[in-house]
């Protein structure tokens, strides 16, 4: 497997910690999941120190952090977000998002570009959350990115890999480089579809967190994501058009 | 001094970022910004902050 900045993950499965039914639940479902790493974000901290307890949980997964910048509309706000997460995670890994469009939340790509070029000098290892765009792709990685997040649908909208041809040539162009479908997963299949198209790595949320039962979904998700991963490595075969019988033609009994 | 912290005005006798965490109770991992700016924590006691300042903490919170 890649290695992310310098990182092994145990596991190709990144998993997010929002809108979990209980901190219970969340907990066992990191746990059922067996992801190595989840995504976090920082809010404005409460008069009981709410962010303190789900530090303290978060912490006791033993799993890597990968803090977002959620919710950021400017180079600015999102750097400054950059900033505080660094210091309060500890870590110079950072999801960065950087939101361009109210209801599709896609990516402002121009933006983006710009701020992992000033994180990557201030020596943070960016994850930047992006459109599946080659041009894009080459600018996110001259400017210093060393992985790169396609989405595969909208954040939250279940609608599986949108643009399965540009994912494909996104890692046709890129053989080197760590891929991650991040967001638009719906049902596990659309994680393993990822990984069959040799994707290093699938970022989800909604999908697990959302289920009726997010335990089990996310033990599936794990299933799924080992299962794309090893039938890519297995080689699949080509579609074809017209059928070929897969029982031996010669030898058969003559009957009629 | 008026002070504005997380969105909220608020009367205060801190006249430092770091004696403003301590008056408002805030402890563990928080990161702060004033007026739009990261403070790193290391620079908070020595950080003077002025009538109106809009102050941020914030704390680890669920994300995707």
Known sequence: MKRFY??????PLMLGTAQYPSPAILEQAFRASGAGVATVSLRREGAGGAGQAFWSMIRDLGVLILPNTAGCHTVKEAV???????????????KLELIGHTDSLQPDVFQLVEAARILTEEGFQVFPYTTEDLIVAERLLAAGCQVLMPWGAPIGSGRGLNNEYALRAMRAEFPDVPLVVDAGI??????????ELGYDA?????AVARAGDPVAMAQAMALAVQAGQRAHQADPIEPRDMAEPSTPVIGKAFLS | MKIVINGEPREVNAE??????????????????????????SLRIAHKLAEGDRVEVVAPMQGG
């Open chain 1, 186 to 195: 719906g049902p596990p299949s659309h994680a393993a579809h990822a990984m």
């Open chain 1, 80 to 94: 400054t977000t950059a900033h505080m997460a660094r210091e309060v995670f500890d870590t110079p890994w950072i």
């Open chain 1, 6 to 11: 310098g990182t092994e993950l145990p596991n």
């Open chain 1, 202 to 206: 699938v970022l989800l949320n909604t």
């Open chain 2, 16 to 41: 430092t970022l770091g004696e403003l965490l301590a008056e408002c109770c805030f402890s563990g991992r928080v990161a702060t910004a004033v007026n739009e700016e990261f403070v790193p924590s």
